[in-house]
């Protein structure tokens, strides 16, 4: 029986509420800079201006965002998460990937660093065109996840270091590029890392 995204946002929402403070703290690996800093190359190149970020954390890539001249809305499904945010002088509100209230085409760009892993695959496309829905034809999207190699299936990780435990779907690089193709046209897809920290990154782009 398949998982449903609504069955785990509680459990997420209390991992990352409790797992804030830790998050907030914590710096960037200069490969995850790098991933941050081309897609920032790709929305000035296709004049992005007003960028809505899903899965924002404690915010720190919608400020780098914001300071470099975007509009930013940040969004989390976590209140702690998102107060840190406000902090950082951020717009950010309290949303889920399927709860995303906005209007359609109110954004250039959408970025979704290392969280569109908690979705299920029963609810996956569903979210992919919540979230094309958003986004002005022609904007842009990033997606980045850990998967492929020996990332694999979804489930509870029961091995997590966050209170309760986190739930996981790893997609295969084919898996993960047809699912995208269903909403979006893949403009570039590469991989950094192996094994447990192999990370998948997509840029994609909505059609007319």
Not at 167 to 194: I, K, M, N, P
Request: aromatic share 12%; charged share 30%.
């Amino acid at each position: 029986m398949s998982v449903r995204y609504d069955e785990v946002i509680g459990s997420l929402r209390a991992a990352y509420d409790g797992g804030a403070e830790r998050r907030e703290g914590s710096g960037k690996s200069p490969w995850k800079l790098a991933e941050r800093e081309a897609f920032l190359g790709r929305l000035r190149e296709h004049g992005c201006g007003r960028l809505l970020e899903v899965g924002a954390g404690t915010g720190q890539d919608s400020l780098y965002f914001q300071e470099n001249g975007l509009e930013v809305v940040a969004v989390d499904l976590s209140p702690a998460m998102v107060a840190h945010c406000r902090k950082k002088g951020l717009d950010a509100r309290v949303m889920d990937f399927l709860g995303l209230d906005f209007a359609p085409g109110s954004f250039d760009a959408v970025y979704a660093f290392n969280c569109l892993l908690h979705v299920p695959n029963s609810d996956f496309p569903a979210v992919l065109d919540t979230i094309r829905m958003l986004m002005r034809p022609g904007g842009l999207f990033y997606v980045g996840v850990y998967g492929g190699g020996s990332l694999r299936d979804e489930g509870v990780f029961e091995e997590d270091d966050h209170d309760p435990p986190r739930f996981f779907s790893f997609r295969d690089d084919e898996q993960l590029q047809e699912f995208a193709r269903t909403s979006f046209e893949v403009l570039d897809f590469h991989t950094v890392g192996a094994d447990e920290s192999r990370f998948q990154s997509m840029t994609l782009r909505r059609g007319r």
